[in-house]
Nanobody
Framework: QVQLVESGGGLVQAGDSLRLSCVAS????????MGWFRQAPGKEEREFVA?????????SYADSVKGRFTLSRDDAKNTVYLQMNSLKAEDTAVYHC?????????????????WGQGTQVTVSS
């Protein structure tokens, strides 16, 4: 069992920055890949944003956020961060943190077992 809690969302203007946090708890957190997804208003599917594996490190990003978003982690705190710079109106969404054992399918939300409650990010233009 893995519990995930996101925080850090808010209302910002285009061009601003935000840092989202996802705190993971559970005995086997280190086995999972951690991903950030977002669900925009009026859309049913969650869009892949970024992901990393606890045991390997590194990160993969969606093309839409490359160069603007950076995923990092603090192993001591079991926390994954998503630094979001140069925010655009189209980044507006509820951002969810997820955990999956299927690290090879890190961009597929259907392969994620655990999810946090989400945090709202609103970017005004």
């Amino acid at each position: 069992q893995v519990q995930l809690v996101e925080s850090g969302g808010g209302l910002v203007q285009a061009g601003d920055s935000l840092r989202l946090s996802c705190v993971a708890s559970g005995r086997t957190v280190g086995r999972y890949a951690m991903g950030w997804f977002r669900q925009a208003p009026g859309k049913e599917e969650r869009e892949f944003v970024a992901a990393t594996r606890w045991s390997v490190g590194g990160a993969s990003y969606a093309d839409s956020v490359k160069g603007r978003f950076t995923l990092s982690r603090d192993d001591a705190k079991n926390t994954v961060y998503l630094q979001m710079n140069s925010l655009k109106a189209e980044d507006t969404a509820v951002y969810h943190c997820g955990a999956t054992l299927a690290y090879y399918a890190y961009a597929d939300s259907a392969r994620y077992t655990y999810w946090g409650q989400g945090t709202q990010v609103t970017v005004s233009s």
